[in-house]
C-alpha cells in the first residue's frame, strides 16, 4: 500500500461546479497537509497548507483534514477555467523540516 | 517574482555525460529540498541540504548522483553519466530558517532529457 493515495483523473466539470479532490494515506506520523497546484511546464505552487484536523479556507478554496480516517479533501467552489491544472496533495511528518510525501496528482479540466 | 530559481530550464545529455542542476532558494530561505518528477508520478523526495549540510538524503539513488549546497552560490544537483532513465523533471523547494515544518516553496524545475 502507497503512503499516500490520490483519486485517479482525469476530471472534467463546467465552470462554476464544486469540485472535490481527495487523498488518503497510510502513515499516522504525517502531522501537517498542503495541496499544490501545478499548471503544464510549471513548478508546483502552494495553495493551502494545514496542521490539524478540521477545516481551513481561502476564497474558494477549502482544504479539510480528518486525522481519524486518515483522509484530506480541498474543494474548489465556483471553479474556473482558470483552475484547471494537476492538483497534488502532500503530506509531512512532524518536529522537524523533512521531505514531503506527495500524492500522484489529478488533472482537474474546467470547461467554460 | 523572487522565488525560487533553476536553471537551466532544459537540459539534454547524452547517456554516459554529465548533468548539473542548479537551484538558489528564494531570498532568506536556507533549506533546500531536490525532488524527481517522472512522467505520470507524482513528485519524489531525493535529498534534504542546508547550507554545506546533507540532512537527509534517503531518497538519492547510491550511484551517480550527488547534491551540494555550498556557503556561497547555488545549490547543485549532479548526474555522472546519466542514463535514458535519469530522464524526468527535476524541482528544488526551500524553507526558511527558524521555522518548523515550514511550508516548501518550488521553482519551475529543469527538465532532463537523456539522449
Known amino acids: 500500500q502507497k503512503e499516500v493515495e490520490q483519486d485517479p483523473g482525469p476530471l472534467s466539470v463546467p465552470e462554476g461546479a464544486i469540485v472535490s479532490l481527495n487523498c488518503t494515506y497510510s502513515n499516522s506520523a504525517f502531522q501537517y497537509f498542503m495541496w499544490y497546484r501545478q499548471y503544464s511546464r510549471k513548478g508546483p505552487e502552494l495553495l493551502m497548507y494545514t496542521y490539524s484536523s478540521g477545516n481551513k479556507e481561502d476564497g474558494r478554496f477549502t482544504a479539510q483534514v480528518d486525522k481519524s480516517s486518515k483522509y484530506i479533501s480541498l474543494f474548489i467552489r465556483d471553479s474556473q477555467p482558470s483552475d484547471s491544472a494537476t492538483y497534488l496533495c502532500?503530506?509531512?511528518?512532524?518536529?522537524?523540516?523533512?521531505?514531503?510525501?506527495f500524492g500522484k496528482g489529478i488533472t482537474l479540466s474546467v470547461r467554460p | 517574482n523572487a522565488g525560487v530559481m533553476q536553471n537551466p530550464r532544459h537540459l539534454v545529455r547524452r547517456r554516459g555525460q554529465e548533468a548539473r542542476l542548479r537551484c538558489s532558494p528564494m531570498?532568506?530561505?536556507?533549506?533546500v529540498y531536490w525532488y524527481r518528477q517522472l512522467p505520470e508520478e507524482g513528485l519524489k523526495f531525493m535529498v534534504y541540504l542546508q547550507k554545506e549540510n546533507i540532512i537527509d538524503e534517503s531518497g538519492m539513488p547510491k550511484e551517480r548522483f550527488s547534491a551540494e549546497f555550498p556557503k556561497e552560490g547555488p545549490s547543485i544537483l549532479r548526474i555522472q553519466q546519466v542514463v535514458r532513465g535519469d530522464s524526468a523533471a527535476y524541482f528544488c523547494?526551500?524553507?526558511?530558517?527558524?521555522?518548523?515544518?515550514?511550508?516548501?516553496?518550488f521553482g519551475d524545475g529543469t527538465r532532463l532529457s537523456i539522449l
Open positions: 523547494a526551500s524553507s526558511p530558517p527558524g521555522q518548523v515544518n515550514a511550508p516548501q516553496h
Open positions: 502532500a503530506m509531512g511528518r512532524a518536529g522537524a523540516n523533512s521531505k514531503l510525501t
Open positions: 531570498k532568506g530561505h536556507s533549506h
